[in-house]
């Protein structure tokens, strides 16, 4: 068993080396360092409030393909956490997809809509529709500390359903993601316990 978790681990760990997350910048905005002043002073003030912590904007002046900005900020810090860049003609994701590198995670945006999120470039694609038929209508540029709370929430989803090797993996890529951000190495531990290796958990 525990050289089935340690070879799980070193297939992740291999596939990702050397493959430093890469952060995108939009209109001078950099998820994880820009805070909401910064992009205030590059938008404009807000159009409105969509929910907590997450503000609708004109698009910036110069750039005529962009329709708005959506951006999301971390209550604690009011860092973004991302940046949704909203285009004006739909674009065709095949375009757009080998620019990123790697499509990690697929989840719902929102009834109808879907989210891809590729690595090392830290971006999504938000798609209208499905399959031949999709189209992507905004672009997300995303912070480490986002990208490895999607990888720590889906470890934790894993746990709860005693998955508990696929958990460890995908603590791993918390971790890889963001070596900064404690929230990664401590479910990493949890895993560990999970698995009843306390040496690995107290290292974490």
């Given at each position: 068993?525990?050289?089935?978790?340690?070879?799980?681990?070193?297939?992740v760990l291999t596939s990702l080396h050397g493959q430093?997350?890469?952060?995108?910048?939009?209109?001078?905005?950099?998820?994880?360092?820009?805070?909401?002043?910064?992009?205030?002073?590059?938008?404009?003030?807000?159009?409105?409030?969509?929910?907590?912590?997450?503000?609708?904007?004109?698009?910036?002046?110069?750039?005529?393909?962009?329709?708005?900005?959506?951006?999301?900020?971390?209550?604690?810090?009011?860092?973004?956490?991302?940046?949704?860049?909203?285009?004006?003609?739909?674009?065709?994701?095949?375009?757009?997809?080998?620019?990123?590198?790697?499509?990690?995670?697929?989840?719902?945006?929102?009834?109808?809509?879907?989210?891809?999120?590729?690595?090392?470039?830290?971006?999504?694609?938000?798609?209208?529709?499905?399959?031949?038929?999709?189209?992507?209508?905004?672009?997300?540029?995303?912070?480490?500390?986002?990208?490895?709370?999607?990888?720590?929430?889906?470890?934790?989803?894993?746990?709860?359903?005693?998955?508990?090797?696929?958990?460890?993996?995908?603590?791993?890529?918390?971790?890889?993601?963001?070596?900064?951000?404690?929230?990664?190495?401590?479910?990493?531990?949890?895993?560990?316990?999970?698995?009843?290796?306390?040496?690995?958990?107290?290292?974490?």
């Open positions: 068993m525990r050289g089935k978790i340690w070879l799980a681990s070193w297939v430093q997350a890469q952060i995108g910048t939009f209109a001078n905005i950099r998820p994880g360092t820009s805070l909401k002043a910064e992009v205030d002073l590059n938008l404009g003030e807000a159009l409105r409030k969509v929910d907590e912590n997450v503000f609708e904007y004109a698009a910036p002046r110069g750039v005529p393909d962009t329709a708005k900005v959506v951006a999301g900020f971390f209550p604690d810090s009011r860092q973004v956490s991302r940046l949704e860049v909203y285009v004006k003609t739909p674009l065709d994701p095949e375009v757009l997809r080998p620019q990123f590198g790697t499509r990690v995670m697929v989840r719902e945006h929102e009834p109808g809509v879907t989210e891809e999120f590729y690595y090392p470039k830290l971006n999504s694609l938000i798609l209208a529709k499905k399959g031949a038929a999709a189209t992507v209508i905004a672009i997300g540029y995303l912070s480490p500390r986002l990208m490895a709370d999607l990888f720590v929430e889906r470890a934790q989803k894993l746990r709860g359903e005693k998955r508990f090797e696929e958990a460890q993996t995908e603590a791993d890529k918390a971790v890889l993601t963001d070596p900064d951000y404690a929230r990664g190495y401590l479910e990493q531990g949890d895993c560990w316990a999970d698995l009843k290796n306390e040496n690995e958990a107290m290292v974490s």
